[in-house]
């Protein structure tokens, strides 16, 4: 597929940069997003916006979604006007975002009847990795449709890691996103029960960091209850439903994951606490103010 016309739908902050990074690599986008400020920057850069998900599957051959849930997807795909309704045969759906494994199977396979492929690859890295082209990929599906996409995904990240099945991506990503959100937890927990506990959470930090706990999360951890600077850009709500997902998918497999229900339940109760918007290692003040 030789530079393809890409219709992308979501412009958030990671949406808008994987945009500008396409654009500014020449290649012609169609979007739609809600944040109209975005879809503003998009098009003065010489985008089209499309009106409804028909017309943007109809005037592409690669559909690039960058949405919050699968509920978000689902809608896109399956409601009035959706992609579904659009999409030529040979065009290839591709899913940047966290979503549950199962959707994205059945998705496949109804795009699959009608001619059309997908790919789940959602990402690693942030933002101002997407500006550059440099983001991680955990791409999954039929081989010989990643293998016609994966130019196009070159542009986009700098390690592309091939899964397998489709499913396969959000699969990775969600158990990566479970050993991640799971880590800044217990950090963040650890450095409050320091503080109940008259330790120096610096003194802690140079410790913990000296040894095998150390790890980049930690030092994400240690930025807000040591220095109060929160700078790790995933929120405490979207780590929620991520470990939710990964709960519902280890439900499917016929199994438990204890640790990650502790994760939730925490998680869970930070946002019914309104930090939701916070960034995960702010999770920090749930955990100093928790009393038995």
Do not use: W
Request: glycine share 12%.
């Amino acid at each position: 597929m030789t530079q393809p016309t890409i219709g992308f739908i979501g412009l958030g902050q990671m949406g808008s940069n994987m945009v500008e990074n396409l654009q500014n690599k020449g290649f012609k986008l169609v979007v739609m997003g809600r944040n109209k400020e975005a879809v503003a920057a998009v098009l003065a850069r010489g985008a089209v916006e499309a009106q409804s998900p028909a017309a943007l599957a109809a005037a592409c051959d690669i559909i690039m979604l960058c949405v919050t849930t699968s509920e978000v997807v689902e809608s896109l795909v399956y409601g009035e006007n959706g992609i579904l309704a659009g999409i030529k045969a040979g065009a290839v759906v591709i899913d940047f975002g966290t979503s549950i494994p199962a959707s994205t199977r059945k998705i496949g396979a109804d795009l699959a009847a009608i001619g059309a492929g997908m790919i789940d690859a959602p990402l690693g890295r942030t933002p101002a990795h997407a500006k550059e082209g440099k983001l991680n990929i955990m791409a999954a599906g039929d081989k010989a449709t990643f293998d016609e996409v994966k130019p196009v995904l070159d542009q986009q990240g700098e390690n592309i890691f091939y899964m397998g099945a489709l499913g396969a991506g959000h699969t990775t990503k969600l158990i990566n996103n479970f050993m991640g959100m799971t880590t800044v937890s217990a950090m963040s927990q650890a450095f409050a029960v320091a503080e109940r506990a008259g330790v120096d959470r610096q003194q802690l930090f140079d410790i913990m960091s000296t040894g095998p706990s150390n790890s980049p999360f930690m030092g994400f951890c240690k930025n807000y209850a040591v220095d109060g600077v929160s700078n790790l850009g995933f929120s405490i709500a979207n780590a929620n439903k991520d470990l939710g997902y990964f709960l519902e998918m280890v439900k499917n497999l016929g199994t438990r994951a204890q640790i990650a229900e502790g994760t939730s339940a925490n998680l869970q109760a930070a946002v019914d606490a309104g930090m939701g918007n916070g960034n995960v290692p702010e999770i920090f003040d749930y955990f100093l103010k928790l009393k038995n």
